[in-house]
């Protein structure tokens, strides 16, 4: 049953009112609680407009509450959050020894990070998060991702009541073992080695970035893993939102707008790509991978950012494979429910045409792999029409 303890509507502020009448009653009443019984026939000989001043003062009572939950909530985040994230850091401020802003912003070396966990526990818990696996990928617009970090990192003891939850989570995500994983390595190394991944720059270390709504995990593991390894936290966290906010304004002198933004960061593009995840992932063919999150992110960067900085693509900033087939058409795509097609229309585009020459002059391909029952090819000679017939998008009739 919800917990309606704090809830409070017109008929509570009535009762409320109705307090010293009850008691003049002889009613034995203390609170609103003990009132609200008592009420519910005087309440309904109420009119309307007689109502609406206790309804008024319901919604006076509920804006002034969200505003004490928004900045109280507001003040744990920025209590519990790094202060390095609190500020937007130009990209001029990073740049500002350099005469050359442009050639200076190319060059800028800039590391992504992320840190998987095994799901979140709840606020009440010490432990919020137990570290699975770090990723970082050190980037720049001119060279695109010149090296990249990766660890799996040993959880440590689970908090007694919630290895199911933790075990849930990872099974749902990047499924990696709750305990027992030989590839995970202790706190200390692995922020030993992070440390000296992310080389100092003008005496001080650059700043990392991870998506605004990955702030808090990680900022919380890397403050966990420095406890553990009784060291404190070195790295400054930034919003890789605000770098890519810079970097368009560093060129255009405006603000973009929220929905490119929210496009240019979107990866799930390049979730397939040849050697964005890391060797386990990609062995145990799972997406969710904390090296895969920043390789996106430089990504979506280069895909974005480089026509605006004229900037030549390589295999650096985006996947090779996936670069050199931007304009072509996947022959393996697969159409479900392709009932509704004739026979006709499999036959009448040019790119079908095509493929059947080259089948005819060649000979028959022969076919390796393994394919779901019922799913067919283009290289297929037969034009039968059913369920899991390959097309072309260019043959689906609109």
Known sequence: MPNRKSARNAYFFFALEMLPELKRRGLNVTGVADAIPHCSSDWAMLTAEQKEKYAERAQQWKAKKSEVVAKKAASQVLASSPKQIQERVPVAHLTRTSGKSYEAVLETTFYFLNIFSHGGLPPHCHQRYLPCEIGCVRYSLKDGITAVFHHFIDPGEVPRGFRFHCQAASDASHRIPLSGFE????????????????????????????????????????????????????????????????????????????????????????????????????????????????????????????????????????????????????????????????????????????????????????????????????????????????????????
Not at 313 to 321: A, G, K, Q
Request: aromatic share 10%; hydrophobic share 35%.
């Open 183 to 398: 590839l995970a390595t202790s706190n200390h190394s692995v922020l030993d080695e992070l440390y000296v991944f992310i080389q100092p720059r003008w005496g001080t270390r650059p700043p990392v970035y991870c998506k605004s709504n990955d702030l808090f995990r990680v900022h919380w593991c890397l403050n966990h893993m420095a406890k553990e390894s009784d060291t404190v936290n070195q790295l400054e966290l930034l919003s890789v939102e605000d770098l890519v906010m810079e970097l368009y304004h560093q060129k255009l002198q405006k603000e973009p707008s929220k929905t490119w933004l929210c496009n240019t960061l979107d990866a799930s593009m390049w979730d397939y790509s040849s050697n964005t995840r890391c060797k386990w992932h990609e062995e145990n063919d799972v997406l969710f991978c904390a090296l895969a999150t920043c390789k996106k992110i430089a990504y979506c960067i280069s895909n974005s950012l480089a026509n605006m900085y004229d900037i030549p693509l390589t295999e650096s900033h985006l996947p090779l494979c996936d670069k050199d087939a931007q304009n072509m058409v996947n022959p393996k795509m697969v159409v479900l429910n392709a009932g509704r097609f004739q026979k006709g229309k499999a036959e009448c585009t040019g790119n079908d045409r095509y493929f059947r020459s080259l089948n005819q002059d060649q000979g028959p391909i022969p076919f390796t792999g393994e394919r779901p029952s019922g799913v067919k090819t283009v290289f297929d000679t037969s034009t039968r029409c059913g369920r899991g017939i390959a097309r072309f998008p260019e043959g689906i009739p609109k």
